[in-house]
């Protein structure tokens, strides 16, 4: 549940968690990898932060099919 993750985002943002996440998903957002690639966080931060992203799976249809990525990674950092 979504109250559950208030905690983890306090804590994140009190030690200044900035990561990048190389995701990998299918047609129709199935996410099939999600991994932390660098990151200043610890073990727990990490497995947090790749458990969050296969738990937001399937992920949105981009408005334009045409903008699908197969691969595509992005910038963990919950204080900005």
Do not use: H, M, W
């Not at 905690?7 to 932390?36: H, K, M, N, W």
């Amino acid at each position: 549940p979504r109250s559950t993750l208030f905690p983890y985002t306090t804590l994140f943002r009190s030690i200044g968690v900035d990561c990048l996440v190389e995701v990998t998903q299918v047609p129709g957002g199935e996410v099939t990898s999600a991994r932390v690639t660098q990151c200043n966080g610890d073990a727990a931060v990490r497995q947090s932060i790749e458990n969050a992203v296969y738990r937001a799976s399937p992920l949105p249809d981009p408005p334009d099919a045409a903008l699908f990525q197969r691969n595509f990674a992005f910038r963990f950092k919950p204080d900005e």
